[in-house]
């Protein structure tokens, strides 16, 4: 339904738009009219017409001034004035009214018909944009807080979340080139710094999630995770590299009011760890510094930056060049591992040129470092004695060349010994894997079957196996079992119902489709033409 109130101070003109309207339009609108303009205007406020048709000249107050009072209080009202004064000045304000169409009397019906349709268009479509508006918003509400929790999963996670990172970024919304993590946990009472009963108080946690994620949504621009125990981890975006101390001490400030304001509504207590800000490939150690926050301090909100733990490293320390070899070392990746030794082993030189012994044991221990990563992710297997001519060889080097190779080769040796290992177990795990099929394609086998075999899971096997195959593992067992039926086929005495079931088709009909959907024709066809 339509609301369209009419205001005119001649009764003829109300009741010819009334007869028009009724005739034209009589199931979709309801129509109200008032004759002066202060009536004009109380009748607007409480019948708030979708449409208005309106006089200029009336008793009182006029029609502009009336579409400017009712303007005030019914923004999205479509006015139409009918009117016998063509003034360019009533037509100039009637325009910056936003007025729909400017009618000088006496106008013909179907004008009237087509202006009103006109407006009901409008009307109509702009409900469809709100009603789409707000199923979209009724959608994020359901997905938002999913893609938040993978968002917060992700990070955890760890080793792949730069793949993601552009994508959540731009699902999430977030601008930011930094942020920092902070973990809230809850439970039953304080003692000694420790929250009591963690098991007990996740079951009836779900309770209170909303609660909890209300108010952080409140105070902060946040993505909220889900619970995990007696945790929620929460992302706080930034705009800067770090909090400096007033900022700090701020933040630190806020989180106290909140969980004070969340205990006396919940009877909850909480405790809350912060982590540094960092870049957004850096987040999980952000993470850890916040558990470092929780775990080491009685306080009810602590920032890791506030703990008397961690190391420090003198302000020209090349801190970010370590780490990042280091990272490259354990990500497999050769290239990197070599710039970023050649990196870190320049500003030894450039800064040290004269503390060659410095220099040497500074080698030794990132030599040490880098393998360490290789053991940990299985590329190389240890032996006690594997480093046995480390020290005495590079004793021996009496120049900073020689020992810039050596620290380079036993880097990168470490990150290839990384890809090595990986890239063979991932070729045993496919050769397994294709021995299987080859031995059982006759079997009513499946993904999860040969996944099985292998020992991994469904999902990561089916990523693999198509990355090293060039095809899916329904494409590979189809190809195959195709490929062994056209051998089959070459045996006259054969049955095509027997070359079917050999082959894993004990339906001879599918077997037909699905041999003529792969070679072009049917198993008859395929045997009459090797004939």
């Given amino acids: 339904m339509y609301k369209i109130m009419l205001a005119d101070d001649e009764g003829i003109v109300i009741d010819s738009l009334k007869f028009i309207l009724d005739k034209y339009f009589k199931d979709s609108c309801n129509v109200e009219y008032a004759t ?14 979708d449409i208005a048709i309106m006089d200029i000249q009336m008793p009182g107050i006029n029609g502009i001034e009336a579409m400017k009072e009712i303007r005030k209080n019914n923004n999205s009202v479509i006015f139409i004035v009918l009117t016998a004064f063509d003034k360019f000045n009533y037509a100039k304000e009637a325009i910056n009214l936003g007025v729909l169409e400017y009618l000088t009397k006496p106008v013909n019906h179907n004008i009237i018909v087509k202006v009103v349709q006109k407006a009901m268009d409008m009307i109509t479509e702009e409900r469809r944009r709100r009603s789409n508006d707000l199923l979209i918003r009724e959608k994020l509400e359901i997905v938002v807080p999913i893609i938040e929790s993978d968002f917060i999963y992700s990070i955890l996670s760890g080793d792949n979340f730069s793949k993601v990172e552009t994508t959540f970024r731009n699902l999430l919304g977030i601008k930011e080139n930094f942020g920092m993590l902070l973990i809230m946990e809850f439970g039953d009472t304080m003692e000694e710094g420790m929250l009591t009963n963690p098991v007990g108080i996740s079951v009836k946690a779900q309770s209170f999630y909303s609660v909890i994620k209300d108010s952080l949504k409140e105070e902060f621009n946040c993505i909220v995770g889900p619970i995990m125990v007696n945790k929620i981890v929460v992302f706080l975006p930034s705009t800067e590299q770090q909090l400096e101390y007033d900022e700090r001490s701020e933040l630190i400030e806020k989180i106290r009011r909140m969980i004070r304001e969340l205990t006396r509504r919940i009877d909850v207590q909480f405790k809350v760890g ?29 920032h890791v930056k506030d703990l008397s733990i961690g190391c420090e490293y003198a302000n020209d320390y090349p801190i970010d060049i370590e780490i990042a070899l280091l990272d490259r070392v354990e990500k497999g990746d050769l290239e990197g591992t070599k710039l970023e030794a050649g990196l870190f082993y320049d500003w030894m030189i450039l800064h040290y040129p004269d503390c060659m012994m410095d220099v ?13 990563k290789a053991f940990l992710n299985g590329g190389m297997i240890y032996d006690f004695r594997y480093r046995k001519d480390y020290l005495m060889t590079i004793m021996q080097y009496d120049n900073y060349e020689l020992l810039r190779k050596w620290f380079i080769d036993k880097t990168t040796e470490a990150c290839r010994n990384v890809v090595t290992k990986r890239e063979e177990q991932t070729s045993s795990v496919i050769a397994r894997a294709r021995f299987y099929i080859e031995e059982n394609y006759s079997k009513d086998i499946s993904l999860d079957d040969v996944s099985r075999i292998v020992d991994i899971s469904p999902y990561y096997f089916s990523k693999l196996f198509k990355e090293k195959t060039g095809e899916n593992f329904i494409e590979y067992l189809t190809n195959l079992r195709i490929e062994k039926a056209k051998k089959l086929l070459q045996n006259h005495d054969y049955s095509i119902k027997n070359v079917g079931i050999d082959t894993g088709y004990s339906d001879p009909n599918y077997f037909s489709r699905i041999f003529k959907k792969q070679v072009g024709v049917t198993p008859t066809e395929y045997r009459d033409g090797i004939s």
């Fill in 36 to 49: 002066t303009g202060r009536s004009v205007i109380e009748l607007a406020e409480k019948f708030v017409p």
């Fill in 274 to 302: 912060i982590g540094a800000v960092t870049t957004f490939d850096k987040l999980a150690e952000s993470y850890k510094g916040a558990v470092m926050a929780l775990n080491n301090s009685k306080s009810r909100v602590a």
């Fill in 360 to 372: 040497k044991l500074k080698v030794l221990e990132m030599v040490l470092f880098a393998e360490q």
